[in-house]
């Protein structure tokens, strides 16, 4: 294979497990970070075959990455292939100076910080540990270790959130100038306890999706931000010095690129198959010990599938889609309809693209287009 330009590395730990998270996370278990690195690196190591020689980008997301102890971290990150974008996730509360350096001299170029609001009340809803100051503090740490590109993730749909509330975290987070922001409904996954505790509120805020998403686009995109993908927004190359700042590991899953995914949990799809390593930590790190990769659910997939996928991840970018091969997943009638009420247009002869009122309808138009 060699040819995926594309690496996912998970690193599950964290302080705790909010109460809407349903990521593979484990809660502390400090004396494996070690362990667990060694067992990244082995899988890495039985996997090297599918990585092209020249990376475009390394992910590391979690679970809490930064949670993970320095050394073992830097560590991890200097024995990773280099490659031209490396992005970390990181809680707030976890960026210091000393973080926000070592991540900067062992390659990193790009920090994603989960903000989700600047509402003390909205994160003691969420559970989170960090506070609006902590976001504050950890992007000037950041900007100190000469950091240039910078991610904000936000949150809508919180319980106990009004449109005020929604316009405040905007502001808030516009104030610190990042150069990313991915702004993303609240899903909270049925029969969790955040549902049980929260469970009318949610419904309440479904009502409201539409009207926070509307306020979302409209206040970024006045504020000079290119809304290229669904929930994410960027700095315009004109407003950045010319640079490209869309996030370009999530760029390829949109583009429907093949990417290699290592650790507990991780995803990886290559070709005609996509795999899932397992989900339990003594499991993986056992298999990986005796030098054998860990265990996986493996799906086959077919051109109709990889097809349907392109069509829906495709449909989520500011840039037209080329049909060119995906004619067997499109239905004909359902594109006459949508491009007849204006929500998608023919782009040239062979590419097409939603318009600013299919993006707001983006789920049920990609439905009516699917065969």
């Known amino acids: 294979m060699s040819n995926v330009r594309h690496l996912y590395v998970h690193l599950p730990f ?32 039985l996997e090297s075959d599918a990585l092209s ?19 073992e971290l830097v560590r991890l990150l200097e024995a990773l292939p280099p490659a031209e974008e490396v992005t970390v996730e990181a809680n707030p509360e976890t960026m210091t100076a000393e973080l926000a350096r070592a ?65 405040a975290d905007l502001d808030d987070a516009l ?30 805020q479904a009502d409201a999706m539409d009207d926070y998403f509307e306020r979302v686009v409209a206040r970024l995109t006045a504020a000079g931000y290119r809304w290229y993908e669904t929930a994410n927004f960027c700095r315009a190359p004109d407003d950045a010095g010319g640079r490209d700042l869309r996030a370009r590991h999530n760029l390829a899953y949109w583009l429907g690129r093949d990417y290699l995914g290592v650790g507990v949990g991780a995803v990886t799809t290559i070709e005609n198959r996509r795999w899932r390593n397992t989900p339990r930590l003594g499991r993986y790190l056992e298999a990986l010990e005796s030098g054998q990769a860990p265990e996986r659910d493996v799906e086959p997939l077919d051109g109709d599938v990889r097809a349907r996928e392109r069509v ?60």
């Open 14 to 45: 964290c302080t705790h497990r909010c109460g809407y998270c349903d990521f593979v996370t484990v809660v502390g278990q400090r004396g494996q970070h070690a362990a667990y690195v060694d067992a990244l690196l082995r899988e890495l190591e």
């Open 53 to 71: 020689s020249g990376l475009e980008t390394v992910f590391l997301g979690g679970g809490t990455p930064t949670f993970t102890a320095l050394p």
């Open 103 to 167: 991540l900067r001299e062992a390659g990193v170029t790009r920090v994603s910080l989960g903000a989700q609001s600047f509402r003390p009340e909205l994160l003691r809803v969420l559970e989170r540990v960090a506070g609006p100051d902590d976001v504050r503090r950890a992007v000037h740490h950041l900007r100190d270790a000469h950091f240039d590109n910078i991610s904000l993730d936000l949150l809508y749909g919180i319980p106990g959130q009004g449109a005020a509330d929604l316009v």
């Open 175 to 204: 104030a610190l100038a990042p150069e990313h922001l991915s702004c993303y409904e609240l899903e909270a996954k049925p029969g969790t306890r955040f549902t049980h505790a929260w469970g009318e509120e949610l419904a309440r």
């Open 312 to 371: 829906m991840l495709g449909l989520r970018l500011d840039e037209p889609l080329s049909l060119t091969g995906l004619d067997a997943a499109l239905d004909a009638h359902g594109l006459a309809r949508v491009e007849e009420l204006g929500l998608a247009a023919r782009v040239g002869r062979d590419s097409l693209t939603l318009t600013r009122r299919g993006r707001f309808l983006g789920g049920a138009v990609t439905a009516e287009l699917l065969a």
